[in-house]
């Protein structure tokens, strides 16, 4: 059973930036690819962003963040990383990491393993 565990949600002002962290409990972490979600309240958990395995030469982003979040991944350490610049008030949620173990992202259904979140809210 592989562990995720988010870190570096808090309290920011519309236009700052926060960057999550998410380390995993596996040595076999540069198999498989990574994903952020977030919920915000009253909605659907959705798709944030993904990386590929490996050394993650392909991303994938939701159209509301793109240009604005980056991933990214240290396999040395095990831990992938959402940077969130330019924040709004509609990026508000708990925000999750997942992994897919078979090594792309498929899709949310397809994420084997989920983190139990971390919140980020952005005050106008």
């Known amino acids: 059973q592989v562990q995720l565990v988010e870190s570096g949600g808090g309290l920011v002002q519309a236009g700052g930036s926060l960057r999550l962290s998410c380390a995993a409990s596996t040595r076999i972490f540069s198999l498989y690819a990574m994903g952020w979600f977030r919920q915000a309240p009253g909605k659907e958990r959705e798709f944030v962003a993904a990386?590929?395995?490996?050394?993650?030469?392909?991303?994938d982003y939701a159209e509301s963040v793109k240009g604005r979040f980056i991933i990214s991944r240290d396999n040395a350490k095990n831990t992938v990383y959402l940077q969130m610049n330019d924040l709004k008030p509609e990026d508000t949620a708990v925000y999750y990491c997942?992994?897919?173990?078979?090594?792309?992202?498929?899709?949310?259904?397809?994420?084997?393993?989920w983190g139990k979140g971390t919140l980020v809210t952005v005050s106008a």
């Open positions: 990386i590929s395995r490996g050394s993650g030469s392909s991303t």
């Open positions: 997942a992994a897919d173990t078979m090594g792309y992202y498929s899709g949310i259904n397809g994420m084997n393993y």
